[in-house]
Every structure is written in C-alpha cells, then in structure tokens.
C-alpha cells in the first residue's frame, strides 16, 4: 500500500496526568484527518474526566476544572472516536502515550480496544531527521517551520503534528520510502553508530511531548 493512499487520523490527548493505570483520563482530544494530502479537522473535544485536574496541568494547558465542568463525559463521545480513528493509520507524537490512554477510556466506555496501523511521528524523525539533535514537537515544528497554534491544547498539537508528518512523508518519498511495508522497514533499520571521541560531549534530553 503506497503511503500516500492511506488515511490517517493524526491524534492528541490532553490528560490529567501521564498515569493510564493510576487513575490519570483524558480531558480534551484532538483528530485530525489526513487524506490524499489534505488536512481537516475530525474532532477537538474538551472531555470531563470526572477527576480533579492537578494544578500544574491546569498550568501548562490552561484547562482548569471550570473549563471541563459541563463537558461531555468520554463515555459521551466514545463512539464519535471509533468512528473518526475507523480505518485509519494512527499517528501521534509519542503514539504509545495517546494509544495507551485512548483504549483505556475506550475500554472503560465500551469494552472495546483499537486495532488500527500505528505510526509515531518521534520514532519516524529519529530514522528520518538524524541530523537535528531533539524530536520533540517544538523542534520538529522549528525545522519544518510550522506553527503551532494552541501548544499544549489537543486541537493545536494535532493540527501541527499533522502538518509535521505530511513534511516527514514527503522527505521519505526522497529517499524512496513511499509505501508502509518500505516504511516499516525504514523504522527497523539499526540507528547509525556515532563517532567516537574522547572529549567531553554535551548532554541533552529529548522531549517527546
């Protein structure tokens, strides 16, 4: 299947806290539907989590409880994300984060788990962009000079992952990746060996929210 045939559902979750088993649930989601090249918006969603949001949450994405008091539960919506994330390939920043929570609500609401192709746009720029020192989704959105509109917020996260990942294909497509088996075998490849040296190196930390 060539690469440029498939859908995909670009996604983000905003959640209470990085625990998926400790009681931590999603509080906003972003979808955004790539096909044929083009981008359009399947949902960005405020969710109630039915939990209290931690203050230092409520600072970095500027969702308070007051913001999600009247929203609707995921319960409420579940089936609206079957149908957006249906047949498509998903993609996120750090896919297992946003999967691994995604089941979980979806688990919680209806007994059922996706089953879809996955793709993370992280794990894709380390093969891709060896050159650039961090992945995370600031740098990527720098090197490809796309804006981020609402950093933090699902729909803004989703709508410049998404922008992000149509550059990321195109530069694959150099290289001759343009089909999923030729990209899952691009993802497999063994990461170069660096140049030894024996002076002192700089230590850094790869974001990947």
């Not at 999603?26 to 039915?50: F, Y």
């Not at 609707?72 to 994300?81: L, Y």
């Not at 290289?175 to 497999?188: I, K, N, P």
Request: positive net charge.
């Amino acid at each position: 299947m060539e690469l440029r045939g498939l859908d995909y559902a670009v996604v983000d979750v905003e959640t209470t806290g990085g625990r998926v088993y400790g009681g931590d649930r999603i509080m906003e989601i972003g979808i955004v539907h790539i096909r044929d090249g083009v981008m359009s918006t399947a949902a960005d969603l405020l969710i109630n989590p039915q939990r209290d949001i931690p203050p230092f949450v409520s600072r970095l994405t500027g969702i308070r409880w007051d913001t999600v008091s009247e929203a609707p539960t995921f319960g409420d919506i579940a089936d609206n994300v079957l149908d957006a994330l249906e047949g498509c390939v998903f993609v996120a920043h750090n896919v297992r984060f946003d999967w691994r929570f995604l089941n979980m609500e979806l688990r919680r609401a209806t007994g059922r788990t996706l089953h879809n192709r996955q793709l993370c746009t992280v794990k894709f720029a380390r093969k891709l962009l060896t050159h650039l020192r961090r992945r995370n989704l600031d740098s990527l959105a720098w090197h490809y000079e796309v804006p981020i509109v609402g950093r933090h917020r699902a729909g803004g996260d989703a709508r410049a992952t998404a922008q992000v990942l149509l550059r990321m294909l195109a530069d694959a497509r150099r290289q001759d990746v343009d089909t999923w088996d030729g990209l899952s075998a691009f993802l497999r490849r063994p990461r170069a060996s660096p140049t030894r040296s024996y002076l002192p190196q700089p230590v850094t930390i790869e974001a990947i929210a």
